[in-house]
């Protein structure tokens, strides 16, 4: 098995939130300037909401109730915001 197998097999083994962090921390060691280029619908799809955004008419979710929804799919437990 190669280092990289090796990696993703015991990767795999993690709990979910583990992976979530292990993903989001590996993304973050990526130089901006070799994430791949977005393609031309993604491109326009950007532009349209940004439209919409700065014209007001979009509809906005607070980042607490996108990251609430996020932990609620993967079954995770959502943190009370009381305390």
């Known amino acids: 098995m190669t280092t ?7 990767a795999t083994r993690l709990p979910v939130a583990d992976r979530i962090q ?3 921390e590996i993304w ?3 130089p901006t300037d070799s994430l791949p280029p977005l393609s031309d619908e ?10 919409e955004y ?4 979009a509809e906005t979710v ?7 929804e996020a932990l609620r799919r993967v079954g995770m ?7």
Do not use: C, F, N
């Not at 993604?42 to 439209?51: K, V």
């Open 77 to 83: 437990a959502v943190p009370d915001a009381t305390h």
């Open 62 to 68: 607070s980042w607490e109730q996108v990251k609430a």
């Open 54 to 57: 700065d014209a007001g008419s």
């Open 4 to 10: 990289y197998e090796t990696l993703l097999a015991d």
């Open 22 to 24: 292990l993903i989001d």
């Open 28 to 30: 973050d060691t990526l």
């Open 42 to 51: 993604w491109g326009a799809e950007i532009h349209r909401r940004s439209a």
